[in-house]
Structure formats: structure tokens, C-alpha cells
């Protein structure tokens, strides 16, 4: 039995991903990169902004022929659109190619859905909401030198645009020690990197105190750094509203954590911010950057930026761009702003024509590729350590600390290895340079 799986979105995506392919394994299943030799086809969808959502209806469409091709073809829909409340409705209208839906809250019921779906069950949907978190799931990972560890599930900030409290439910955090004790196994197995997943995780363990069990992120920084073997601790995404001072504390000091902060600002203006519901606003954000600058002068930091938010004015988004040329990221995502449905600001007045979007976003793109250059090219002559994990054609490529793209020459057998690469030329997206040794 084959399995064809793709994955849309983002980490928490991907982490799912490997758990869905650890349980497939458990069934027997092999996986396969070719829709016509799969007798499964999974997608693991994202529902962020639209365009995630109509990339996976055109693809379902180019399905049909396969499950004509062969009837007892199962085809399941996983992930955020599967957990959204009327998806069933609207799947079973428009792609009655798919068996089964599968919301984010239960995974671990996939392989009931595909022994039902090929028991001729028809068209079945999971979209219950559960606070239960079930632990050691199996797991296949693509890279044995790194790996994803969730932290947290959910979040609980409701910022008036994001769909994802709804289709990811409310924040939950593993207790501390099963996330020890998984970061532990994966070090174990020769992962020499991890990373910390949530979609806060300056929130972990805030539901409980930050007693017992749980902590404070900080103090699971503290305790994952002992872990002897491991080199390189990464972490994703951070909140500026929740970032505690002795976090920053605890990465100036620590010798693993990696010196990289992904704050997500979304916009530069005091009352889009208000607007958005990010409870900060820009004076808060940019005390905070300096605050962390200071005590991690080394620090790269990375944003993500939404255009054409409901309301936004010219003067907002001269704002942003102001924003970004104070903070000098070392890079951002920049979306347009993408209305979701049973979120409140799909429901606001103003919003903003998709060509004035487009616009804008250039206008966004075109500030912070500068900046990204200039970032890139302050590190021309630095030594950076660099995570080799790809090779292709006679050249690696890794993560540096500051999780540029860094490319170099090197051999095959090189990945997996930390390399010391003094870098020779900067470009607006990647780095490039030559490996002095491993180190
Ligand atoms: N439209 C556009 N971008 C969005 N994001 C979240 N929701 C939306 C939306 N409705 C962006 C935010 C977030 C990133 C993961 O996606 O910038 O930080
Ligand atoms: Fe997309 Fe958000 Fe779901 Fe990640 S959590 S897959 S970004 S909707």
C-alpha cells in the first residue's frame, strides 16, 4: 500500500505531517511522490489566507481522474480546512472525490478513517474540538539531524484577522517533561538541532501558571539546553505581547539557543494594531526590539507583515514602512491581507481593493529587500556557524544562526555537520561563503 501526502502551510503543519506519516508506517503503508501509484492521498491543508484554500480546491479537482482510474483510491483531507465548521458541507458539494475529512484535534483516529473509508463507510468528517493532548504518537522525520517539537497547541489572542484559534483551538501546553523527554529521544537518534513549535511560544505554560509541570518557556530553554549532544535550539513564533524579560535573558546566556527572534509586528501603525487586536502597539514593539538588542547584540531579528488591513490609510502604511527601517529585520513575510470568514475584521468596513493590495505589498517588498541586503551584507567577512542540511551540485546549503540561507561548497557526506562559513557575498535572499572546518 502506497501513500501520496502534501503538506500546505506552516510548521505545526509539517510536525502533524510527520506524525500522519508515523502512523501510516504503523498500517503498512509506503510513501510514494506519484499520485498514480498511491492507493492513499492525503493533504494537509492550511487555511491562513485564501490563496492556501483555492490551491488545494484546483488541486482536488486534478484528483478526480485518479479515483476514476481507480475506484478504491482513498483521498482524506487533514489539517486546518478540515477542522473548519462548514468544510463538510462544501466538500462533499464541491469534491465528492474526497472520503474523509479530518480536523487538527485528532490525528490519531486517521487510521480508523482509512480502515473505514476502505470498508466502504462513504463520506466521513472529524471536526471535534478536544483539549486532550495524546502523547508518542509515532513519527516519520525527513531529516534525521533536526527536529520539529511542539511546545504548544492552539492559541488564545483572537487577533481580529487570524482564522487560526478557530481551526487550531485554544492554547494547550505539553507538560514540560514529555516535551524533555521527546527533544531527548529525537538527540538520541542524532538530531543535533530542535525546534520549539507553537503559535506563541512565549505563552507556554501561561494557562497553568507557569506551575507544576509546566514552567515558563524560559525555564524549558533552561532545562533543554542540558541536554547533552544537542547543539543548536531554534524556536517559532514569538509574541511580542507575551515576551518576558527573563527570556531574553536566558538566550544572551545560553551557549545553544539559537540567536534569532521571529516577532511577528503585523504592522507599524498605532491604530491597525488596535485595530488587528495585538494588544501592543508600535512604541511597545520597538522598546521591546531595543530592549533585546541590547542584551543579544548579535540577534537577527525576523517579522511578518500584513498589508491592506481594513481601514489601512496611506499614512498607516508609511508607518510600516517606517517601522522597518528602524528595526532593520533581517527578513519578513509580507501578506495581503486575506478576509476569513468568522473572523471580525472579514466583517469590517473599509476593506481595501486586491489592487491597492497588491500595491502596497510592493511597496513593502521593495523596503524590506533593501534591508534584508544590507543585513546580509554586514555579515560579508564574518565567520557564521551553519547547520549544513542540503547538497546539490557540489554546493551545501544550510541555516546560519541568524537562519539565513547559507550556501557553500562542500561534498555530499557534509550534511548534518556544522560548518564555520565565512561568508563572501551577500544576495537579497541567501548568503554565500566558504567553509573554514567543522566547528
Ligand atoms: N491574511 C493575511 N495574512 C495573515 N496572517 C494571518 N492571518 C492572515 C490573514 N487573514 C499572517 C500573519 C501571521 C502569518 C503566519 O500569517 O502575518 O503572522
Ligand atoms: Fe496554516 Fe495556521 Fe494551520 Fe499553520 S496553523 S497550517 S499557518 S492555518
Same mark, same amino acid.
Not at 505545526?12 to 506519516?21: F, M, P, Y
Not at 483555492?54 to 477542522?83: E, H, N, R, W
Not at 478513517?113 to 509515532?138: C, H, K, S, W, Y
Not at 494594531?273 to 530592549?291: I, P, Q, V
Given at each position: ?107 490519531? &483516529? ?230 476569513? *470568514? ?17 500595491? &502596497? ?20 567577512? *564574518? ?33 548534518? *555537520? ?22
Amino acid at each position: 500500500m502506497r501513500v501520496f501526502l502534501t503538506t500546505y502551510g506552516c510548521q505545526a503543519n509539517e510536525r502533524d505531517s510527520e506524525t500522519i506519516l508515523g502512523l501510516l508506517a504503523q498500517m503498512g503503508y509506503e510513501k510514494t511522490n506519484e499520485e498514480s501509484k498511491a492507493d492513499l492521498i492525503l493533504l494537509n491543508t492550511c487555511s491562513i489566507r485564501d490563496k492556501a484554500e483555492q490551491k488545494v480546491f484546483s488541486y482536488l479537482g486534478t484528483l478526480k481522474q485518479y479515483k476514476k482510474a481507480k475506484p478504491d483510491l482513498v483521498i482524506g483531507l487533514c489539517g486546518c480546512m478540515a477542522q473548519e465548521t462548514d468544510m463538510g458541507d462544501l466538500i462533499r458539494q464541491r469534491a465528492p472525490q474526497v472520503d474523509f475529512i479530518l480536523g487538527t484535534h485528532r490525528l490519531h &483516529r486517521l487510521p480508523e478513517m482509512i480502515r473505514n473509508a476502505l470498508g466502504g463507510a462513504g463520506f466521513q468528517a472529524d471536526q471535534e474540538e478536544t483539549t486532550e493532548i495524546v502523547e508518542a504518537l509515532p513519527s516519520v522525520r525527513p531529516y534525521r539531524f533536526k527536529a520539529l517539537i511542539n511546545i504548544t497547541f492552539g492559541c488564545d489572542h483572537f487577533c481580529s484577522y487570524c482564522i487560526v484559534p478557530y481551526v487550531r483551538g485554544r492554547e494547550r501546553s505539553r507538560r514540560m517533561e514529555d516535551i524533555l523527554a521527546e527533544s531527548r529521544l529525537r538527540v538520541e537518534e542524532g538530531a543535533k538541532e530542535l525546534q520549539f513549535l507553537g503559535q506563541n511560544v512565549n505563552a507556554y505554560g501561561k494557562a497553568q501558571g507557569h506551575a507544576g509541570p509546566y514552567g515558563s518557556f524560559a525555564d524549558l530553554l533552561v532545562q533543554a539546553e542540558k541536554i547533552d549532544g544537542l547543539e543548536r535550539i531554534r524556536f517559532l513564533t514569538s509574541h511580542p505581547r507575551d515576551f518576558a524579560e527573563d527570556l531574553i535573558q536566558v538566550i544572551a546566556e545560553s551557549r545553544k539557543v539559537a540567536r534569532h527572534i521571529h516577532l511577528p509586528v503585523q504592522s507599524g501603525s498605532n491604530r491597525i494594531l488596535r485595530s488587528m487586536n495585538r494588544g501592543y502597539d508600535r512604541e511597545t514593539y520597538l522598546a521591546l526590539t531595543e530592549g533585546i538588542r541590547r542584551q543579544i547584540p548579535d540577534v537577527t531579528l525576523t517579522t511578518d507583515i500584513i498589508v491592506g488591513f481594513p481601514g489601512e490609510s496611506d499614512e498607516d502604511l508609511q508607518d510600516t514602512l517606517d517601522l522597518l527601517n528602524q528595526v532593520g529585520f533581517g527578513s519578513a513575510f509580507t501578506f495581503m491581507y486575506s478576509p476569513r *470568514k468568522g473572523t471580525p475584521a472579514a466583517k469590517m468596513d473599509k476593506q481595501i481593493p486586491l489592487q491597492e493590495k497588491r500595491k &502596497r505589498l510592493q511597496a513593502v517588498m521593495e523596503v524590506q529587500q533593501a534591508n534584508n541586503l544590507r543585513v546580509h551584507q554586514s555579515l560579508i567577512g *564574518k565567520e557564521l556557524r551553519v547547520l549544513a542540511e542540503n547538497w546539490e551540485d557540489g554546493l551545501l546549503s544550510g541555516r546560519a544562526e541568524g537562519n539565513q540561507l547559507t550556501y557553500f561548497a562542500g561534498e555530499a557526506g557534509e550534511t548534518g *555537520k556544522f560548518h564555520q562559513v565565512r561568508i563572501t557575498k551577500a544576495r537579497i535572499w541567501t548568503l554565500e561563503g566558504e567553509s573554514c572546518g567543522h566547528g
